[in-house]
Nanobody, 126 residues
Framework: EVQVVESGGDSVQAGGSLRLSCAASDSTFTRYIMGWFRQPPGKEREFVAAIGWAGSPTLSADSVKGRFIISRDNAKNTMYLQLNSLKPEDTAVYYC???????????????????WGQGTQVTVSG
């Protein structure tokens, strides 16, 4: 039943950086595995990164590994995605999602997440 809201999306030049935030108004935030997905224009939504309830383990898509860093601050009920060395192909609507830590299924699968934010737009100009 956690409610999540993304923020931080913007238009930037290639090579720049952004930090996305996902705020949860829920006292049970620490019970949930959190993830980021994105949907490029004209394409299906794809997995970006996920993080366990205690801040580890983390999992990232090959396309962003080494450039994006996922983290969470349970005291602030907030998850972050640091986007570095941005490329035009990173342009997408980025979504925050959550799932109970007890749920089975790969963290990469969109269908295993229970709660979703409205998305925040990231645009990278080449």
């Amino acid at each position: 039943e956690v409610q999540v809201v993304e923020s931080g999306g913007d238009s930037v030049q290639a090579g720049g950086s952004l930090r996305l935030s996902c705020a949860a108004s829920d006292s049970t935030f620490t019970r949930y595995i959190m993830g980021w997905f994105r949907q490029p224009p004209g394409k299906e939504r794809e997995f970006v990164a996920a993080i366990g309830w205690a801040g580890s383990p983390t999992l990232s898509a090959d396309s962003v590994k080494g450039r994006f860093i996922i983290s969470r601050d349970n005291a602030k009920n907030t998850m972050y995605l640091q986007l570095n060395s941005l490329k035009p192909e990173d342009t997408a609507v980025y979504y925050c999602a959550s799932r109970l830590s007890t749920r089975l299924g790969t963290w990469r699968s969109e269908g295993t997440y229970d709660y979703w934010g409205q998305g925040t737009q990231v645009t990278v100009s080449g």
